[in-house]
């Protein structure tokens, strides 16, 4: 069975940082594509970043919202996904989830591309 849950969420203010974690188990990096979206209430879910695993080139994309702030990254050894999200503002509130699928990159921000998903982790950033 394939779990993945998110941790690391919280309040912060504007200009602060956090790190998100996606714990993995019963699936293997080296064959899907892992990502982060957010949603905010109603809303549709939103692409924040994705990477491709060594096997796939190891290419990492992101919502050029977060470009220059979030980084997306891989731990093999602990199967965890990472999203380190810095100079935070207000509008990057959101639930944030974790996904995996067989993604081709043209297609990494579509939600029905993906084949799991975690239960999410509120992030709000406020003063």
């Known amino acids: 069975e394939v779990q993945l849950v998110e941790s690391g969420g919280g309040l912060v203010q504007p200009g602060g940082s956090l790190r998100l974690s996606c714990a993995a188990s019963?699936?293997?990096?080296?064959?899907?594509?892992m990502s982060w979206f957010r949603q905010v209430p109603g809303k549709e879910r939103e692409g924040v970043a994705v990477?491709?695993?060594?096997?796939?080139?190891?290419?990492?994309y992101y919502a050029d919202s977060v470009k220059g702030r979030f980084t997306i990254s891989l731990d093999y050894a602990k199967n965890t996904l990472y999203l380190q999200m810095n100079s935070l503002k207000p509008e990057d509130t959101g639930m944030y989830y974790c996904?995996?699928?067989?993604?081709?990159?043209?297609?990494?921000?579509?939600?029905?591309?993906?084949?799991?998903w975690g239960q999410g982790t509120q992030v709000t950033v406020s003063s």
């Open positions: 996904a995996a699928g067989i993604v081709v990159s043209w297609l990494w921000t579509t939600e029905g591309q993906y084949n799991y």
């Open positions: 019963g699936l293997s990096f080296s064959s899907y594509a």
């Open positions: 990477i491709y695993t060594r096997t796939r080139g190891g290419n990492t």
